[in-house]
């Protein structure tokens, strides 16, 4: 029971990213995992601000006189 709690605790942690964090203990593989995650990340971001400025778009233009 614990075991599977530390276990999901430890994966979770792994994928933490934290900015300016000292990149030379990890390996070629855990880096480019942190790349992909970050990628992805980027991703949602670009498709969350896309989805904002259409909504204010819309808005810009049902108050426009």
């Known amino acids: 029971m614990f075991h599977?709690?530390?276990?999901?605790?430890?994966a979770k942690a792994k994928?933490?990213?934290?900015p300016?964090?000292?990149?030379?203990?990890?390996?070629?593989?855990?880096?480019?995992e942190r790349k992909r995650?970050?990628?992805?990340?980027i991703l949602r971001i670009d498709a969350m601000t896309e989805k904002k400025q259409a909504?204010?778009?819309a808005a810009d233009a049902v108050f426009k006189f």
């Open 4 to 10: 599977d709690e530390d276990s999901a605790a430890g």
């Open 15 to 18: 994928h933490t990213i934290t």
């Open 37 to 41: 995650l970050l990628q992805e990340e």
């Open 55 to 57: 909504g204010r778009s």
């Open 20 to 32: 300016g964090e000292d990149l030379s203990e990890l390996s070629l593989e855990d880096l480019a």
